[in-house]
């Protein structure tokens, strides 16, 4: 009991479930109007400069573009991503399954874990594999989501030792949810579960219509101030400082980011690399998400804007700089608790000034342009 109070207090002062969080879903193709099956994560970390960049494969592995922390100059740990065949990858923090004492400087492998998987992997039953071959303790906490080009999706809600697998076909409505917390796990431990609420409510009657489409989830879901709990929507103008808690959007989410698939292949064929460079987009909205402008990407080796990549001197981006400079107009009180405030004024306001309701349709704009070319 005192070793989990301490746990528990170091969990409070080094704010551990606010440095690797993030809320997620994967979309069923029978729930997108396309046809096409979704990743999204919306991320939320304390490392707040990310960049976005492509991996040429080698000896037999496959390309990828994944999103990386800046300071991440080998390009070893994979934060999300999809590959040359198809397979996208990303993941949840779980506080729940961990049922060992394996310390934690030998944890926070996932990064290195997600690399792997999209060095190797075509499909969801490979990541299965990977898995059950991997040696133990693993080094991970966490919920595990893929997608493949055969409209397969699943997510393993993983621990050092083992996994239960969700499999997106037993999801009545198409779509499977995660936080940071495990279904599988501990009951009424982990973080998240009001996040896990929201993104619920926003996301159910659109599912229910066959309508959930990326930009639905970037646009809605990632910029939404809408609290279960309180069953209110605070973006109503009525508040100009309000308490960031169990938002979707938080002050240490650094990406909101959706992988559109192609049209499930059929058994028996194979992705082919043109075609996954064609049809497949990581729909990009790189810094917090109620300021940030989606930026579509290819995984190709030209597929990666320049303003994504690391082209900084500390392996910053151009729009990671952009998007935070806004997000610290957004909290602009600098002192204290200041980065717990929210001046939702600058996000929507009676003149329509506002971030949100600035960006949103200059996104939206460009998800028509792109997809309507795609299409072609």
């Known amino acids: 009991m005192i070793k989990r109070l301490r746990?528990?207090?170091?969990?409070?002062?080094?704010?551990?479930?606010e440095i690797l969080a993030c809320t997620s879903a994967i979309v069923g193709a029978e729930a997108n109007p396309s046809g096409r099956p979704l990743l999204w994560k919306n991320r939320d970390t304390s490392t707040i400069d990310n960049k976005v960049e492509y991996v040429a494969g080698k000896s037999g592995e496959h390309s990828y573009v994944g999103l990386f922390n800046a300071d991440d100059r080998k390009l070893e740990q994979a934060w999300m991503g999809m590959n040359d065949a198809g397979f996208a990858v990303m993941n949840t923090a779980s506080y729940n399954i961990k049922d060992d004492k394996v310390p934690q400087k030998n944890m926070d492998k996932e990064g290195f874990l997600m690399a792997k998987a999209l060095k190797t992997c075509v499909t969801v039953d490979d990541f299965e594999q990977l898995l059950n071959t991997l040696p133990r303790p693993m080094g991970v906490e966490a919920n595990f989501g893929v997608i493949d080009a055969y409209g397969n999706g699943a997510f393993f809600e993983t621990n050092n030792h083992a996994f239960v697998k969700y499999d997106l076909k037993d999801a009545s409505?198409?779509?499977?949810?995660?936080?940071?917390?495990?279904?599988?796990?501990?009951?009424?431990?982990g973080y998240g579960f009001v996040r896990e609420a929201?993104?619920?409510?926003?996301?159910?009657?659109?599912?229910?219509?066959?309508?959930?489409?990326?930009?639905?989830?970037?646009?809605?879901?990632?910029?939404?101030?809408?609290?279960?709990?309180?069953?209110?929507?605070?973006?109503?103008?009525?508040?100009k400082w309000v308490i960031d808690q169990d938002f979707i959007p938080r002050y240490k989410s650094t990406a909101t980011i959706v992988i559109e698939g192609c049209r499930p292949l059929q058994p028996g064929e194979k992705p082919d690399a043109d075609l996954i460079k064609n049809q497949y987009i990581m729909w990009t909205g790189l810094g917090y998400p109620p300021c940030a402008e989606i930026v579509p990407v290819w995984c190709s080796a030209d597929g990666v804007d320049s303003s994504l990549r690391g082209t900084g001197p500390k392996g910053n981006s151009v729009m990671g700089d952009k998007v935070k400079a806004r997000r610290d107009e957004v909290f602009p009180i600098h002192k204290g608790n200041g980065d717990?405030?929210?001046?939702?004024?600058?996000?929507?306001?009676?003149?329509?000034?506002g971030y949100v309701?600035?960006?949103?349709?200059?996104?939206?704009?460009?998800?028509?342009?792109?997809?309507?070319?795609?299409?072609?």
């Not at 746990?7 to 479930?17: D, M, R, Y």
């Not at 717990?340 to 000034?353: A, C, P, Q, S, V």
């Not at 309701?357 to 072609?376: G, W």
Request: aromatic share 8%; with cysteine; net charge negative.
């Open 7 to 17: 746990l528990l207090l170091c969990c409070l002062i080094l704010g551990l479930p």
């Open 198 to 239: 929201n993104a619920c409510h926003i996301l159910s009657p659109y599912a229910a219509k066959g309508e959930v489409t990326p930009e639905l989830l970037t646009e809605t879901v990632s910029r939404s101030f809408w609290h279960d709990m309180k069953q209110r929507d605070y973006s109503d103008g009525s508040e």
């Open 340 to 353: 717990k405030y929210i001046d939702m004024t600058r996000l929507f306001n009676e003149e329509g000034t």
């Open 357 to 376: 309701q600035v960006l949103v349709p200059q996104n939206l704009e460009v998800y028509r342009k792109v997809k309507q070319q795609r299409d072609k």
């Open 173 to 189: 409505d198409h779509i499977l949810v995660r936080t940071n917390y495990s279904h599988s796990g501990r009951d009424n431990e």
